[in-house]
């Protein structure tokens, strides 16, 4: 909160005491004050189609400030945004992870990843703080779980490659991609990693239309086939 600096003006008729207000400069969030506090969200607000946006407040580590802005259609975790994070590699690797493993499991109850500990205990814990929030604001607004009764799910095509056969599982919410699941892929370290990447840029693009994951380009080429057939199949 900004101090009045007080400035005095010398006049005909005396001293007079004028106060000089500095304008906020915007809002600024809530940090943290230790390396692990309890969450709690900063900010909701509603979007289109009865979709909840929760933007939760910031949790400073010992490794970097975390904070998630959260997107639910009714109780449903359609998508995950990293708005502060560690500036470091392992978390930069670790984030796509945790968001589609998010993803998937619908809840904060997923695996830590291994050598970002850290910054993967404070992204728990700031997804529970807006799953928290979001209950409260469905149970105020019953409505809002409409969308999920419109929800589909879509199987792509299954393509056999020559590092193994690869196929996804597609769930929408009218025409929002909502969630990517791998019905089959190959066996094979690269395309472990590689798919929560294509599943990330998969959530962000709303489309097939991404780049191939340098690496894995022959999964990521099926990868992007199968999805296409099965967003052409949506009813």
């Given at each position: 909160m900004k101090r009045a600096i007080p400035v005095v003006v010398l006049s005909i008729a005396g001293l007079v005491p004028v106060w000089?207000?500095?304008?906020?400069?915007?809002?600024?969030?809530?940090?943290?004050?230790t390396p692990a506090p309890?969450?709690?969200?900063?900010?909701?607000?509603?979007?289109?189609?009865?979709?909840?946006?929760?933007?939760?407040?910031?949790?400073?580590?010992?490794?970097?400030?975390?904070?998630?802005?959260?997107?639910?259609?009714?109780?449903?975790?359609?998508?995950v945004k990293m708005l502060k994070q560690?500036?470091?590699?392992?978390?930069?690797?670790?984030?796509?992870?945790?968001?589609?493993?998010?993803?998937?499991?619908?809840?904060?109850?997923?695996?830590?990843?291994?050598g970002a500990t850290i910054t993967s205990e404070a992204y728990k814990k700031s997804l529970q703080a807006a799953i928290d929030d979001n209950a409260k604001?469905?149970?105020a607004s019953p409505s809002t779980s409409a969308s999920e009764a419109s929800s589909q799910t879509v199987d792509g095509s299954a393509l056999s490659t020559e590092k193994g056969p690869v196929q996804v599982q597609v769930t929408f919410a009218g025409t929002k991609i909502t969630a990517v699941k791998m019905l089959q892929q190959p066996n094979h370290p690269?395309?472990?990693?590689?798919?929560?990447?294509?599943?990330?840029?998969?959530?962000?693009?709303?489309?097939a239309d991404i780049d191939t994951v340098s690496g894995a380009t022959i999964t990521s080429e099926a990868y992007k086939e199968s999805l296409q057939a099965a967003i052409d199949a949506r009813g």
């Open positions: 000089l207000y500095q304008p906020s400069s915007g809002t600024s969030t809530v940090q943290a004050t309890s969450t709690s969200s900063s900010s909701s607000s509603s979007g289109p189609s009865g979709t909840n946006v929760v933007t939760t407040t910031t949790i400073d580590t010992e490794k970097g400030p975390v904070q998630l802005q959260v997107t639910f259609a009714g109780t449903k975790i359609t998508a560690p500036d470091h590699p392992q978390t930069t690797a670790a984030v796509p992870k945790l968001v589609a493993e998010t993803l998937q499991a619908q809840s904060a109850d997923i695996d830590t990843v291994s604001t469905a149970s690269q395309t472990t990693a590689a798919v929560p990447v294509l599943v990330a840029e998969t959530l962000k693009a709303q489309s």
